[in-house]
Nanobody, 114 residues
Framework: QVQVVESGGGLVQAGGSLRLSCAVS????????MGWYRQAPGKQREMVAI???????NYADSVEGRFTISRDNAKNTVYLQMNNLKPEDTAVYYC????????WGQGTQVTVSS
């Protein structure tokens, strides 16, 4: 059974940083596409950053240059380093493993105060 668990969310002031972690069990992240998505209140879920094994990461325009996605295959964990956070980054952040199916985590709340 595949499980995806996010952690690292919290409350931060504008301009601050957070690092989200996504731990996967039951499957290896090295064979799938890992991604971070977010959903703000009243808005649709949107892609933030994705990374495939051996591939270059892709970012939403709104976070390019501020967020960095990385993966540690040995720890079966994906990270999202978020710098220079803005109030509009406030959302629930979800991690997804895509390998034949989509496996989602439960999400972690990120709140950026102005």
């Amino acid at each position: 059974q595949v499980q995806v668990v996010e952690s690292g969310g919290g409350l931060v002031q504008a301009g601050g940083s957070l690092r989200l972690s996504c731990a996967v069990s039951g499957s290896s992240i090295s064979i799938g596409v890992m991604g971070w998505y977010r959903q703000a209140p009243g808005k649709q879920r949107e892609m933030v950053a994705i990374i495939a094994s051996g591939g270059s990461p892709n970012y939403a325009d709104s976070v390019e240059g501020r967020f960095t996605i990385s993966r540690d295959n040995a720890k079966n964990t994906v990270y999202l380093q978020m710098n220079n956070l803005k109030p509009e980054d406030t959302a629930v952040y979800y991690c997804k493993l895509n390998f034949a199916f989509d496996y989602w985590g439960q999400g972690t709340q990120v709140t950026v105060s102005s």
